[in-house]
């Protein structure tokens, strides 16, 4: 699955939490929501054992000669929405334990900012 652009961060995320007591839960929620739409789109089937799950983060600065996020910053807050939004959308039965039996993430620098989930049976 390939979600386009990128999700907020963890960062963003946490100054939204501490801006309002509902700012956090609707940024989650809008993050979920974009990647669940992902996942339809690119009609993944419900995983029926242990999965790994590989992330490639393609990043771009959001303006011209800014810097880029951390590494943590970015997978952080995106690997748990991911996450959930799977479950949501019935392709993981869970994000636990005995479902997910890990994750890696790789970073790359790209002009076209964008996510890559790869499910791989464990």
């Not at 390939?2 to 960062?11: H, M």
Request: charged share 30%; hydrophobic share 40%; aromatic share 8%.
């Amino acid at each position: 699955m390939t979600i386009p652009g990128r999700l907020d961060g963890l960062n963003e995320y946490t100054r939204a939490c501490r801006s309002h007591r509902m700012s956090g839960a609707q940024m989650k929620r809008r993050n979920q929501d974009a990647v669940r739409w992902c996942a339809k789109a690119a009609r993944l089937k419900p995983c029926g054992g242990r999965v790994r799950i590989r992330y490639a983060f393609y990043e771009a600065p959001l303006k011209k000669g800014a810097r880029l996020r951390d590494k943590s910053n970015i997978a952080a807050f995106a690997v748990k929405v991911i996450e959930d939004a799977l479950v949501e959308e019935g392709v993981l039965p869970d994000d636990g334990w005995d479902v997910v039996e890990g994750y890696s993430c790789e970073f790359f620098r790209s002009a076209d900012p964008r996510i890559v989930v790869v499910l791989e049976d464990a």
